[in-house]
C-alpha cells in the first residue's frame, strides 16, 4: 500500500533534513502540479533556516509556484542576509528563471532592480518575458534557428538548453494546436546526426512531448528510448514521467523484458516518477526476476520511491543478499532507511544502517569542505574511493568488478595533473565524479538543476 500524498509532504517539514529533501523528491521528480507543495518548502525554510535549504529551493524550482510563493521568493532576494547563502540565492533566482511568466510580468520592473540578478541573468529574464508576446511561427523560427546555428556542435552542454527550453515552454501554451507537429518530427527514423539541426530538434521535441502531456507521442518515444544516448535518453525518461500514465507504465514495462541494457536502465527511472499501484507493482515484480546488479539497484529505488509498504521486505532482502555494500548500495540503503522513516516503518537493521549512513555522510562532508578550495584534489580524492570500491571488490571476486587494466586506467587519472572533470560529460547513469556514491542522475546533475 503506497503512503498518501498528504501523509508524504508532512515529511517537507521533518526535522531531519535528508528527509526533508527526500519529500521533496518525491513531487519534484513526478513533475507535479500541486500548488501546496512549494508552500510547505517554504514553511521548512523559515523553521529550520538557510543554510541547507538551497537543496530544497532548487527541488522546488520547477515545481507549480503561485504569486504568494513567488513574493516569498522576491523577499529573500531582497534581503540582505540572502547574499550570505550563495547557492539558496542562486536557486531562488532559478525559481524565477522557471516561473509561469505570468507570475512574473506584474513584477518585471522590481525582479529586474532589486533581487540581485546578473547581466546575464537579466538578458535571460527579460528574453523569458518576451516570448509571451511571440506566436507560434516565431517560436518555431528562432527554434530551427537555434538548431541550424549548433548543427556542427560536438557536445551537449555547448547547445543553448536554457534558451530552447523556454522557447519550448512558449510553445506548449498553444496546447493542441502544436501537437501535430511535434508528432511528425520524433515519429522520423534519422540515420545521420552529422551536421545535422534534428540532433538538437529531436530531443527538444521528445521534451516538448513531455511539456504537453502528450500520450500519443508515447509509442515514438518508446523508440527513441531504444537509442542509446545520454541526451536524448534523458529527455524521453522526462517526457514519458511527465505524461505520467498507467498506459505509459504497462507500455515500458511490455519492452522490458527483450530491450537493451540502457533501456532497462531508463524503464526504472520512469516506473519510479509515474507515482501509482501499477508502478509499484512492476517494479516489485521485475526486481524479483532481475539479475543484473544496476537494474536490480535502478528497480529497488523505483519500487521505493512511491513509499509503498510492499516495497520494503524485497529492498531489504536485496541488500540481505549483497556480501559487501558498495558505495551504490550504501546509497540504496540510505534510501531505504528514509523511506521507512516517512513511513512510520521499521525493520530489524534500521537503527543500525541510520547510524552508518549519518556516520558516511559525515565523513563526505568533512572531505568536501576541507577539499572545497582545491577542486582537483576533490576529484584525485574521489577516484582514490572509486579505486578503492574495485579493489574491495576484486578481493571478493565480486562479478561485477572491472579487469585490472580498469585498476590502472583509474591510476592514469590520478596521476593525470590536467584532470578536468567535465559534469556535461559524465553519463546520467555513471557514479558522480564528486565521490558520493550514488549515480551522477541522483546526485550531482541533480544539483546542478537544483
Known sequence: MRLSEEKIKQAILHPRLDIRQRAVRYFSDCHSEDEGVVSLVIQAVEKYGRDEAYSLVGASADLRHTAVTISWVIKELQAPASKGYENFAFNLIRVLCNADPALLLPRKSEILETC????????????????????????????????????????????????????????????????????????????????????????????????????????AILGKLREDGDVLSGHCVEALSRVGTD?????????????EWNFRVCAADV??????????ETAVGLLAHETDAQIQQGLAHAALSHCASEAIEPVRQLLLRS????????????????????????????????????????EHRQHMENLKDDPLAALAWAFGKFKDELKSAEQEEDEAVLPAEGLAAVDEILADSRINADPLRVGRNDSCPCGSGKKYKKCCMRKQQN
Open 323 to 362: 556480501r559487501r555494500l558498495d558505495a551504490e548500495l550504501r546509497y540504496l540503503r540510505d534510501t531505504l532507511v528514509e523511506t521507512c522513516t516517512i513511513m512510520d516503518e521499521r525493520f530489524p537493521e534500521i537503527d543500525e544502517w541510520q547510524a552508518a549512513a549519518e556516520k558516511e555522510r559525515e
Open 247 to 259: 498506459a505509459v507504465v504497462a507500455a515500458v514495462a511490455e519492452d522490458f523484458a527483450h530491450a
Open 271 to 280: 516506473f519510479g516518477n509515474i507515482h501509482s499501484d501499477l508502478s509499484v
Open 116 to 219: 540581485g540578478l546578473s547581466d546575464e541573468l537579466k538578458d535571460r529574464f527579460g528574453q523569458r518575458l518576451q516570448l509571451t508576446s511571440w506566436d507560434q511561427a516565431d517560436c518555431w523560427q528562432r527554434l530551427e534557428q537555434i538548431c541550424e546555428k549548433g548543427k556542427d556542435l560536438r557536445y551537449a552542454n555547448e547547445f543553448g538548453w536554457e534558451y530552447a527550453t523556454d522557447i519550448l515552454q512558449a510553445l506548449a501554451r498553444f496546447g493542441g494546436e502544436v501537437e501535430q507537429r511535434v508528432l511528425s518530427v520524433i515519429s522520423q527514423t534519422i540515420e545521420n546526426f552529422e551536421h545535422n539541426p534534428m540532433k538538437w530538434m529531436e530531443p527538444l521535441m521528445v521534451k516538448l512531448a513531455g511539456l504537453l502531456r502528450l500520450e500519443a507521442a508515447v509509442p
